[in-house]
């Protein structure tokens, strides 16, 4: 199956940071890239969409100035979060698609992010 | 509101036994229904898509599919404790769109 990698895996911070996290699809191109957030004993709610070479689009209730979304290249979307507060503190996890026909996502391994 | 209902459980079944998952969802235009399994600490690991009415069966493993009464359940056949795992309901009501989680129903198999 398609492969798709996260960097960092794990990523401590400090309060009024920012923290970039990278989403590749190492074997296929992206047409769509998707970013999760996951708190404890939580199911995934989706924070935005990524299409590549076009902004993304957000979720309600989601900041988009605090979640910084680019997606450059068919293979790589990165989430920026800035100016990070302890309820940021979270598992971050991106998925991608290969074509807007098709359905199947692939998940990312998830980036765990602790904000002190 | 577009909605996906499952029980948070805990479900727990003694080891080869059948596992029993069930999930509901709110828009009746549904086209494709996926089940993952999640393992503490790591992401979701897709175990079965379904489309069209009726049974899938992979392995160990039966998704069953009603859109009339808008439900999807996942069946784990001679359950094993490696089973063990939080398991997530997933619809997309949009071809191409959002995949909308349920809340998942975390399984633990007892040796």
């Known amino acids: 199956g398609a492969v798709v990698s996260q960097h960092p895996s794990r990523v401590i911070c400090k309060s009024g940071t920012s923290v970039k996290i990278e989403c590749r699809s190492l074997?296929?191109?992206?047409?769509?890239m998707f970013w999760y957030r996951q708190f404890p004993k939580q199911s995934l709610m989706l924070m935005a969409t990524?299409?590549?070479?076009?902004?993304?689009?957000?979720e309600q209730g989601v900041e988009k100035d605090k979640f910084l979304i680019n997606h450059a290249s068919l293979t790589l979307s990165t989430l920026t979060v800035t100016s990070a507060h302890p309820e940021d503190s979270s598992f971050y996890i991106c998925?991608?698609?290969?074509?807007?026909?098709?359905?199947?996502?692939?998940f990312g391994p998830g980036t765990r992010l602790t904000v002190l | 509101q577009k909605e996906v209902e499952q029980n948070s459980g805990p479900l727990s079944v003694p080891e080869g036994a059948i596992a029993s998952l069930n999930c509901t969802y709110s828009?009746?235009?549904?086209?494709?229904f996926f089940w993952y399994r999640q393992y503490s600490g790591k992401s979701p690991e897709l175990i079965m898509s379904?489309?069209?009415?009726g049974d899938k069966e992979d392995g160990r493993f039966t998704a069953q599919l009603n859109k009339a009464s808008q439900y999807v359940s996942l069946l784990i056949r001679d359950s094993q404790p490696s089973d063990s795992a939080t398991y997530l309901c997933?619809?997309?009501?949009?071809?191409?769109?959002?995949?909308?989680f349920g809340q998942g129903t975390e399984l633990s198999v007892k040796p």
């Open positions: 998925s991608a698609i290969s074509s807007p026909s098709y359905n199947e996502q692939f």
């Open positions: 074997d296929f191109q992206a047409t769509t």
């Open positions: 990524s299409n590549e070479g076009s902004k993304a689009t957000y």
């Open positions: 828009d009746r235009v549904s086209q494709s």
């Open positions: 379904i489309y069209s009415n």
């Open positions: 997933a619809v997309i009501f949009n071809q191409g769109g959002k995949l909308i």
